[in-house]
């Protein structure tokens, strides 16, 4: 049975097919989330790249922020659910997954069964976000790609100490008007999103193995400041900001295994 998981996000859209719940045949991420045109390109370019045609799908789900919007899907699930089963899937180790997105953050703890105990989540201030690094890559003119490049390059990090966004954006800019190394502010930067991350997980109570999930945990400027902060192993699967379209396409395949 093919099933496809669609995770609309709030910056980028990604789409996962998969065979009988356990091989994936083909995925997309296409940049732009939400409200655009992104999640039907990255469900059609998933498709292509699987060699599928859609009167071969059995069913499909939807999840992230824009989950509602996807007239395709035939139900949708929440983050929480499909991260969670997303992750489990590719690690079973996992117990404590920090999910950060383009603009929330959440942290999840799960038992031996891969069930969730608890979550705790921060929606309401983009600081510790995706958002928040965007929002300084551009201040310092290099692409999200390259800040953990630049930040990798540092030996002394400067210090953030703003707790809003826009203030933050001010101390930034205010930083390298003083002359301080783009390098030093870029790390600054990861150290300040993994230290609001880092009090937000403690709260849930650290159980190894921690696995990251979501775009921020393919930077590594922020995974290795968590490590640090939660003085833990912080572990990431590369297709880790597939995690919740492989949830949703897995949670597909349960559906029809009933
Ligand atoms: P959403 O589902 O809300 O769209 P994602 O989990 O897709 O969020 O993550 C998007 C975030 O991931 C972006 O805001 C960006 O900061 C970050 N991101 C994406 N790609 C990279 C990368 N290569 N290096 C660092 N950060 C990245």
Do not use: W
């Not at 049975?1 to 995770?7: A, K, L, N, R």
């Not at 870029?186 to 193995?209: D, P, T």
């Not at 995974?223 to 297709?239: F, G, I, Q, T, W």
């Amino acid at each position: 049975m093919v099933t496809v998981g669609i995770d609309i996000g709030s910056t980028t859209s990604k789409c996962v097919v998969m065979q009988d719940g356990k091989r994936i045949l083909g995925s997309a991420l296409i940049k732009g989330g939400a409200g655009t045109q992104k999640p039907e390109m990255a469900y059609e370019l998933a498709l292509e790249n699987a060699g599928i045609k859609e009167q071969d799908i059995g069913l499909i789900i939807s999840t992230g922020y824009g989950r509602s919007t996807f007239e395709k899907s035939d139900a949708n699930l929440s983050e929480l659910t499909c991260h969670a089963k997303g992750v489990y899937f590719t690690a079973p180790g996992a117990r404590t997954i920090i999910d950060i997105g383009g603009q929330d953050v959440k942290v999840m703890s799960l038992n031996a069964n891969g069930k969730m105990k608890s979550f705790l989540m921060n929606d309401k201030c983009a600081a510790g976000t995706g958002r928040f690094l965007d929002v300084m890559a551009g201040i310092l003119q290099v692409s999200i790609e390259d800040l953990e490049v630049l930040a990798s390059k540092s030996h002394q990090p400067a210090s953030i100490s703003s707790t809003c966004t826009v203030f933050a954006e001010s101390e930034v800019i205010s930083q390298m008007a003083r002359g301080i190394k783009l390098e030093d502010i870029a790390r600054g930067i990861c150290e300040s999103v993994a230290k609001r991350v880092a009090a937000l997980s403690q709260r849930i109570g650290i159980e190894e193995q921690v696995y990251m999930s979501g775009g921020v945990a393919k930077n590594g400027g922020v995974r290795n400041a968590l490590e640090r902060s939660l003085n833990k192993p912080v572990l990431y699967h590369e297709d880790a900001q597939y995690m919740g379209a492989i949830g949703a396409a897995l949670s597909a395949y349960e559906r029809l295994s009933i």
